[in-house]
């Protein structure tokens, strides 16, 4: 069985600050792990995802998360915050177990940049 | 990149009547596709998996009866809601998944709003 848990249903953050939107997860095996973002009546869009290698991933937009195995987390960070990242952040999680495709997401965290 | 399109977008129906959701990869073939379903303000919940050629695999809770899947060629899928209620309005995204590099990657259509009245 595989979950992610996302500890806030919102984040708000003063623009040029640096934001943070948590994420945690469970899996049996080892996590491939991802970001999404969502803005209204829209569908997902990527922005970055860990496989293996280097625990910090670069994404789109300026977007990272660092891949914490000891605490079971996939943090989703940028350094200074944009009111046009103001949307609904989706963390994912899907096992690594060969052949396995199944994904499964987070309650998402909206955020909301203040000008 | 990998592109996946819906279509329609948005489709207001009656109660009662069905209707069909398309599911397309449009520059790669996909032989697994994903289909999740998201009420407002809420996460996606995976409905069903999709494999061309079979039947799809549902998840529990979802009624295979009502929410029809044919996965008939590499690139198009389609989900039927039949004799659709006002319940059934929701956002239904699709997924195609495609094995890169030795992992499978997953692309998402835009979404299809449904609104039953």
């Known amino acids: 069985a595989q979950s992610v848990a996302q500890p806030e249903d919102q984040v708000n953050v003063a623009e040029g600050n640096p934001l943070t939107v948590k994420c945690t997860y469970s899996?049996?095996?080892?996590?491939?792990l991802f970001w999404y973002v969502q803005y209204p009546n829209r569908g997902l869009q990527f922005l970055l995802k860990y496989i293996t290698g280097d625990n910090l991933v670069k994404g789109s937009y300026g977007f990272e998360a660092e891949f914490n195995k000891s605490q079971t987390s996939f943090h989703l960070k940028k350094p200074s915050a944009l009111v046009s990242d103001s949307a609904l952040y989706f963390c994912a999680v899907r096992d690594r177990a060969r052949g396995y495709q199944k994904v499964t997401f987070g309650t998402g965290t909206k955020l909301q940049v203040i000008p | 990149g990998a592109v996946v399109s819906q279509h329609p977008s948005r489709v207001i129906c009656k109660s009662g009547t069905s209707v069909k959701i398309e599911c397309r990869s449009l520059?790669?073939?996909?032989?697994?596709m994903f289909w999740y379903r998201q009420f407002p303000k809420q996460s996606l919940m995976l409905m069903a998996t999709?494999?061309?050629?079979?039947?799809?695999?549902?998840e529990q809770g979802v009624e295979k009866d009502k929410f029809l899947i044919n996965h008939a060629s590499l690139t198009l899928s389609t989900l039927t809601v039949t004799s659709a209620h006002p319940e059934d309005s929701s956002f239904y995204i699709c997924?195609?998944?495609?094995?890169?590099?030795?992992?499978?990657?997953?692309?998402f259509g835009p979404g299809t709003r449904l609104t039953v009245t």
């Open positions: 899996v049996s095996g080892n996590p491939y």
């Open positions: 520059d790669f073939q996909a032989t697994t």
């Open positions: 997924s195609a998944s495609v094995n890169s590099r030795g992992h499978y990657e997953q692309y």
């Open positions: 999709s494999n061309e050629g079979s039947k799809a695999t549902y």
